[in-house]
């Protein structure tokens, strides 16, 4: 039996730590910060996360309800369904050029943040460079480190419209050097790369012997002229993994599916993983998914002439204000300049949400690149950002 005395010399124990060194150097995300600040407030217009505001089409969600009813509720193959990845395979080939065979190159992932974070581990050794584009989405240097290998930044800069260029790419190569990672349109700035841009990337990548890890998620969110698949560029599809998803084309962020196409051999090191972490992905999400692919072109086209409207109500706003902003090309978040109100991106955030009520994310979260930048999402409707441009006015007119 127990006494107080043992109770007590118990806890007096030194206790191990148990959380790995891995997991205390990865910072919490910057964005949830501040959504959850919004969320604590009232009348507060969040152009905070990144999210469309639309539902999810009807026909979209009755075939998944369907699936249901029809008793389609268990497992599916590792590699998602093949009635889904056959469809996707016809969407890469009419929209972007780009082959995949459904049987052995393609796997359908819960969420395009689960299919970068197993590509990374099957592709990285501890020790292993990755190259990853800067400002650009915050899981991507967190998954490198948790495998073991080495984030390195590669700065994209207002002047260049945040597009990578080769120099900037060369000037950051080193013998360690082995994974390339893209984000095009990219999150936070909306910037583009150009068919004449990837090729020059191309060449480079060629030379050194890069894989590159290119996340399209915004592809469809492309306003002028047509996205280019990284895999599409001559010389690239051998060393690309392509990362997409159904979230933000198809307003799906909540069904969780996202799609992981690559040569053959990496795919089947990416789906060894898949198949323990995660199993398969879940099957009435894949039969909206496949319902979205053959009949769901229509609102997508809709939702995205919405957006252009947006952006140029918005970013016309920004500038108005005194914000500096380029037009973004792509995706559905504006990327303005603060720096000429004298607070730092973190401060104007923290204030603008306390003192205007209007939620941003500072652009450093993002990285180095973001300094002095904030990122706002113009996936919200035009009465609410026309409001929050007067609410930015006001709030930077009180600044002394």
């Known amino acids: 039996m127990k006494t107080d005395n043992d109770c007590h010399s118990h806890s007096d124990q030194k206790k191990r730590d148990f959380v790995s060194e891995r997991a205390k150097i990865i910072p919490p995300s910057g964005i949830r910060r501040f959504f959850d600040l919004a969320s604590q407030m009232e009348n507060v217009i969040s152009l905070g996360v990144g999210e469309p505001d639309y539902s999810t089409p009807w026909h979209i969600c009755d075939a998944a309800i369907t ?72 899981s991507y240097s967190p998954c490198v480190t948790m495998a073991g290998g080495i984030p390195v930044p590669l700065p994209c800069t207002e002047k260049d419209r945040f597009r990578l260029t080769p120099d900037v790419l060369m000037e950051h190569i080193t013998p360690q050097s082995k994974v390339l990672v893209l984000n095009f349109p990219n999150n ?126 918005f970013v016309d706003g920004l500038n108005r204000i005194g914000l500096t902003c380029h037009t973004p090309e792509g995706a559905f978040y504006a990327f303005p300049s603060v720096k000429g109100t004298g607070l730092t991106d973190y401060e104007f955030a923290e204030r603008l949400i306390t003192e205007a009520g209007v939620a941003v994310v500072p652009g450093s979260v993002f990285g180095s690149g973001g300094v002095g930048h904030i990122r706002c999402s113009y996936a919200v409707s035009r009465q609410e950002l026309s409001e929050a441009i007067r609410r930015m006015d006001e709030f930077i007119r009180s600044l002394p």
């Not at 909540?254 to 799609?259: A, E, F, V």
């Not at 099957?283 to 909206?288: E, G, V």
Request: glycine letters at 8%; a negative charge.
């Open 67 to 138: 699936s249901i009813e029809q008793g389609h509720t268990a497992y599916t193959s590792n590699a998602g369904m093949e009635s889904l990845r056959c469809e996707l395979s016809r969407f890469l080939q009419d929209h972007y050029q780009v082959e995949y065979n459904p049987v052995n190159e393609m796997i359908i992932t819960t969420g395009v943040s689960e299919g970068l974070d197993i590509v990374i581990r099957a592709i990285v050794n501890p020790g292993d460079e990755v190259l990853v584009v800067d400002p650009s989405y915050v």
């Open 188 to 313: 936070p700035t909306g910037g583009v790369m150009r068919r004449e841009d990837l090729e020059g990337i191309a060449d480079v990548a060629i030379d050194h012997d890069l894989l590159i890890l290119s996340d399209e998620v915004y592809a469809e969110l492309t306003y002028e002229g047509k996205h280019t698949a990284t895999a599409s560029i001559e010389g690239l599809w051998e060393r690309t993994v392509t990362l997409s998803g159904f979230s933000k084309a198809f307003a799906m962020t909540g069904w969780r599916l996202g799609y992981v196409c690559a040569p053959p051999e990496i795919t089947a090191a990416t789906l060894k993983i898949h198949q323990y972490v995660m199993l398969s992905s879940p099957t009435m999400s894949q039969y909206a998914a496949l319902e979205a692919l053959k009949h769901g072109e229509d609102a997508m086209r809709e939702m995205i002439r919405e957006y252009h409207l947006r952006r140029n109500l």
